[in-house]
């Protein structure tokens, strides 16, 4: 191509007229071939021709000569030697053809022109030239081109014989070649036509099967037969056969194994085209040996196992559920694997024929799923039965048992349940596990089972009051909550509590409690089993309906009551306000309490007592004893018609109703006092003395005393005579012969007495002294010898007759 285009150049430049110019020249060589030298020069100004010769090197005897015009700038120099160095100048010339300068430049002409011997094909793309060396050329050229101009390649080789390649199969070419050395290259070698050959099929193979390979390509243009041969990898035997099909399918090989199938086109010349060779592998053989075991490490899967396989890049595993796993070694690990599956697996061989026939499945049973639910049966107390539904493929089961005493139990069994002993109060978490061959099961639910609380015992009860019961027991282990219940025949009494410890209240009186513990738990409930205790209460309370003194002198009280207690003890309790206190027993409903003092006030009350204790106190009723006598009581004479009686202050009495009696009469007195005068007294008369003593609220005390006998009546006609000897003779008259009278005369500073016996109503005194006045007193005297005062005492004076006594004159009384 550069030689081609540069002869077109050189006649395009030959005609242009150089603007360049300059006061010196410049050539230098613009192209060579084997025969001639292209040289181009700059203009030179006032030149009207150019001469240019060659010389050959060192040599100044021009050989060869041209002439060019003045607006020439290039121009070729022909007739030149081959391979031969030569000295070019280019002179300048004027219209004398004098040289006005000149320029010279070195150069060497092309090798010679070379020929070819032979041209032929063995690819498709490339043509083979042969040709004899030229001397001088350092490499050569070679040109392919076609008729019709559509196709012009050239390229460099070194020698012959030289590949001319990028050509298209069965195509004709002309071919030329051309010299090359330093200075440039030869004129193409007269040109020679050859035709390259078919290109090669391309076989597009595959297994179709574990002993197969189809070939298949698209038709060769031009090709008329098709020739391949195949051969097994590390074989030397091989078929070949010949087809003007365009396909080839190869049975009966062996599988896992590498084929190579080479082959080409025959031309309608029966030349052979390109061959082709490709190498195909046939499908693995089906996997074999499959063993399947269930792995739990660390997730659940199954590992597949094989052996190993011809052929095989890579194996795939699938299973039934849809999982599959692939390995390029002899196992893999199906992931996940559920419990209680049943799964088959199946494995396939790939490799880059494709998938080979998969294996029989293989079957395989998961590990059992844990039962679900589980729950706990406890029919008996303290007999606990963990229990399940079965579980499919399980074989045998395992329980284990823990108590939150930290003891811990197992079961192995094959039923479907597993009996504890469970004790009352604890919690027991429970897990079952199925086994079969491929292990056990995973975890399934933690049961937590409580148990009943135990029942608590009792360890004290004790009446806090008459209607109330303090319950104390020991706690037991489990109880959230106690649930006492007192029930008797008409109620039921409930009380809740997380303490050990509950007071029942509001009882009633005198029954039968039954009354139970009952311990609860939040979660499990409550013991319905513990069992009862029955507790007696106290009596209730009697009531007083009366209190009566039976008897006033003797100071007896009767108290009544009422009560619901059919078997009681009762004690009456009679409580006087400075503190003395009475009782009477009774198991009745009454009894007498005796010796209550006179004159007091107190309070009554009872209590009933069983063993279950005592009740309340009755309500309390008043009792005031009647008031006291006095202790004693003294009726005096004032006069002889009045009594001054006394008596002693008597408690409990406010006021007095004193009397004295006789069938003669009758005085009374009533005061507040302790003493009253009492008037119309009848002297020597009995009188009975009686005194009612009342207290304030009236109540009344009959005393009685001694009798009082009157003194005997102050005698009457009291007359006083003169004796005989200085004596006075005093007489008087009585209606009682039995009374002794005494008869006192006082005079003179002495006194005189005299008392007569019984029935004798005179008596005489001596020496009186007349002339002087005498109080005479005559009375009555008393049983007990004394004188009676109240008589009054009469006033004589004796007169005197002489010495003697004279007259005795009454003067009056006093
Ligand atoms: C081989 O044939 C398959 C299908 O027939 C096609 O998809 C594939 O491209 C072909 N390969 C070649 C190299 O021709
Ligand atoms: C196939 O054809 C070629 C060319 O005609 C011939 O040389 C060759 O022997 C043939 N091969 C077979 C197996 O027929
Ligand atoms: C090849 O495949 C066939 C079924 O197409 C099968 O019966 C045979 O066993 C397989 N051969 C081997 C070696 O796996
Ligand atoms: C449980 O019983 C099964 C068979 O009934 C037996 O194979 C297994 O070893 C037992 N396990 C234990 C821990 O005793
Ligand atoms: C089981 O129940 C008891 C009582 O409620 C509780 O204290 C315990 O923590 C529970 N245990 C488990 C593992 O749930
Ligand atoms: C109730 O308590 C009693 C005594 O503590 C115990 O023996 C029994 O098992 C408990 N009842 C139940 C149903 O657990
Ligand atoms: C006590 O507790 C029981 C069970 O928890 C309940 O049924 C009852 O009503 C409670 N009684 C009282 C008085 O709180
Ligand atoms: C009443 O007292 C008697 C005698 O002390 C006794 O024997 C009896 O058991 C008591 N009755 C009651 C109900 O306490
Ligand atoms: C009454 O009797 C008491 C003793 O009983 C005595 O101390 C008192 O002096 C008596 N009074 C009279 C008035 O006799
Ligand atoms: C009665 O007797 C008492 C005691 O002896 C005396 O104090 C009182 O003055 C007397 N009364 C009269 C009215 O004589
Ligand atoms: C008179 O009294 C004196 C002395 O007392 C006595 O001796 C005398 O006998 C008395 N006379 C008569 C008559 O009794
Ligand atoms: C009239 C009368 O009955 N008098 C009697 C009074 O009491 C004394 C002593 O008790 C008797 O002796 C009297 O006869």
């Not at 069983?610 to 009726?635: I, Y």
């Not at 006609?717 to 039995?738: F, K």
Request: aromatic letters at 8%; glycine letters at 6%; a negative charge.
């Amino acid at each position: 191509m550069a030689g081609h285009g540069g002869i077109k150049g050189l006649v395009l430049l030959l005609g242009i007229v150089s603007q360049a110019s300059g006061s010196t020249m410049t050539v230098s060589v613009f192209t060579v071939t084997s025969k001639s030298t292209v040289l181009r020069w700059s203009k030179y100004e006032g030149a009207l021709s150019y001469r240019v010769t060659a010389s050959l090197r060192n040599s100044q005897v021009p050989i060869v000569f041209a002439s060019f015009g003045q607006n020439t700038i290039m121009g070729s120099i022909n007739s030149l030697n081959p391979n031969t160095a030569y000295t070019f100048r280019v002179e300048a010339l004027d219209s004398q053809m004098n040289m006005l300068t000149d320029a010279a430049v070195d150069g060497s002409t092309a090798p010679d022109v070379p020929t070819i011997v032979m041209a032929s094909s063995k690819e498709s793309q490339s043509i083979t030239v042969e040709f004899p060396m030229v001397s001088g050329a350092t490499s050569y050229i070679l040109r392919a081109e076609t008729d019709d101009g559509s196709f012009f390649s050239e390229i460099p080789v070194p020698g012959s014989p030289g590949t001319i390649t990028n050509l298209q199969p069965y195509t004709d070419y002309t071919l030329s070649v051309m010299s090359v050395n330093s200075a440039g290259r030869s004129q193409p070698s007269y040109p020679v036509g050859a035709k390259t050959v078919l290109s090669a099929p391309q076989f597009n193979t595959s297994s179709p099967s574990n002993s197969s390979i189809l070939v298949k390509w698209e038709p060769v243009n031009h090709a008329v037969l098709y020739s391949l041969s195949i051969i097994k990898e590390g074989s030397f035997s091989q078929s070949a056969l010949n087809t003007t099909e365009t396909q080839v399918y190869f049975p009966d090989l062996e599988a896992g194994t590498e084929y190579c199938v080479k082959g080409n086109a025959w031309s309608p010349e029966n030349i052979p085209g390109d061959e082709f060779t490709v190498c195909q592998i046939t499908r693995s053989p089906t996997p074999q040996s499959i063993e399947l075991v269930v792995t739990r490490n660390p997730d659940a899967g199954i590992v597949v196992s094989w052996g190993p396989t011809k052929g095989a890049e890579q194996y795939v595993a699938t299973s039934s559920t849809g999982q599959n796993c692939s390995s390029s070694s002899n196992s893999c690990i199906l992931i996940p694997l559920s419990c209680g599956e049943t799964n088959s697996v199946k494995v396939i061989a790939i490799n880059q024929a494709g998938n080979s026939v998969p294996s029989y499945p293989v079957q395989i049973i998961s590990f059992p799923c844990p039962p679900q639910p589980i729950w706990v049966e406890e029919l008996v107390p303290g007999n606990c039965s963990v229990k399940w539904s079965a579980v499919p493929h399980a074989e045998y089961y395992t329980t284990f048992i823990k108590s939150d005493s930290g003891i811990e139990g197992m079961c192995n069994s094959t039923e479907l349940y597993c009996q504890f002993h469970c004790l009352c109060g604890y919690s027991y978490i429970m897990n079952v596990f199925a086994h079969n061959h491929a292990g056990p099961s995973p975890p399934g639910p933690l049961l937590n089972h409580t148990t009943l609380p135990c029942c608590p015992a009792l360890t004290t009860v004790s009446a806090a009051s008459w209607e109330t019961l303090i319950m104390e027991w020991s706690p037991v282990r489990g109880a959230d909550l106690y649930e006492t219940r007192a029930v008797d025949a008409n109620e039921v009494i409930l009380c809740n509590d997380t303490a050990p410890r509950c007071a029942l209240s509001d009882l009633n009186c005198n029954s039968w409690y039954s009354v139970v513990v009952i311990p609860c738990n939040d979660i499990s409930g409550c013991n319905l089993t513990c069992s009862p205790q029955t507790h007696e209460t106290a009596p209730c309370m009697p009531e007083i309906t009366s209190v009566s003194q039976t008897n006033m002198s003797s100071s007896s009280v009767l108290v009544s009551w009422t009560s619901d207690n059919t078997a009681a003890n009762y004690t009456v309790s009679v409580i006087g306000l400075v503190g003395d206190t009475h009782v009477c027993h009774s198991n009745g409903s009454s009894c007498l309490v005796s010796n209550l003092p006179c004159g007091s006030v107190y309070e009554v009350s009872t209590i009933a007592s069983t063993s279950a204790g005592e009740s309340m106190p009755s309500f309390t009723m008043p009792l005031e004893t009647a008031p006291c006598c006095p202790d004693n009581l003294t009726v005096s004479h004032v006069t002889q018609a009045m009594t001054n009686v006394t008596w002693s202050p008597a408690n409990g009495a406010q006021t007095y109703i004193t009397s004295l009696s006789s069938p003669r009469g009758h005085a009374q007195c009533h005061t507040m006092e302790t003493e009253c005068v009492m008037g119309c007294i009848t002297c020597g008369t009995n009188y009975t003395v009686s005194l009612e003593a009342i207290s304030s609220t009236g109540h009344k005390a009959e005393c009685t005393y001694h009798g009082f006998s009157a003194s005997q009546c102050c005698p009457s006609g009291i007359r006083l005579y003169r004796g005989s000897n200085n004596t006075l003779i005093v007489r008087w008259r009585s209606n009682s012969a039995i009374t002794k009278y005494t008869a006192e005369v006082t005079g003179s500073g002495q006194t005189h007495t005299c008392s007569p016996e019984p029935g004798i109503y005179t008596c005489t005194v001596s020496e009186i002294v007349c002339g002087q006045v005498y109080s005479v007193v005559v009375a009555p005297l008393n049983p007990d010898g004394t004188k009676v005062q109240y008589c009054t005492s009469r006033i004589y004076s004796v007169t005197c007759v002489g010495s003697s006594l004279g007259l005795v004159l009454y003067q009056g009384k006093r």
